[in-house]
């Protein structure tokens, strides 16, 4: 049985081409494996505090000598944590927000990028510690962004694929629905990006 993950980032609900594009994607898993579970996390409703002083501390803090407010503080990281690591597949929706990634995203990363936990430093270098998942990224944009002028404005997708890499996961797969705000090319592009899901 495969635990599938489904994180949404878009605040925009059923006008939101990534979450479109994620619910395709899990479709398509879900007649890949029959017997799958999928466990939805939408970062618009389940808000991920921006990292302050309690957060860190408690991060840093050993597990035996954490205060209940050191407690309340990392709720959130642990929780999403293990969320990631009881999952097989994880699905990111992510929509292209001025070059970069949505906030609430970049919090949510912020959670999970714990040393020690989700990766660690040894006398080799950094080890990511998230083993056998596999990504895959729902993105959409406006604009075009896999090549021509625009590719260097994509930020986005180079800093997913290196941050999950720095935890372990290396098999990530991109899924795009671009040009959504291009007359000629927006009408078509959902349906192109659905098309071009392959799971693997």
Known sequence: ??????????????????????????????????????????????????????????????????????????KHSNEAIAEIMESDIIVLGVPLYNFSIPSNLKAWIDHICRSGVTFKYSENGPEGLIKNKKLYIAFSSGGIYTDGPMAAYDTATPYLKSVFAFLGITDVTIIRAEGTSIPGIQDNTLAKGIESILIN
């Open 1 to 74: 049985m495969k635990k599938i993950l489904h994180i949404i980032s878009s605040p925009r609900g059923d006008a939101s081409y990534s979450i479109r594009l994620g619910n395709a994607i899990i479709d398509k898993l879900q007649l890949a494996y029959a017997d799958s579970v999928v466990k939805e996390v939408n970062l618009v409703d389940k808000r991920f505090p921006h990292l302050e002083e309690a957060h860190l501390n408690a991060f840093f803090t050993p597990e035996e000598n954490r205060t209940p407010e050191d407690l309340v503080a990392i």
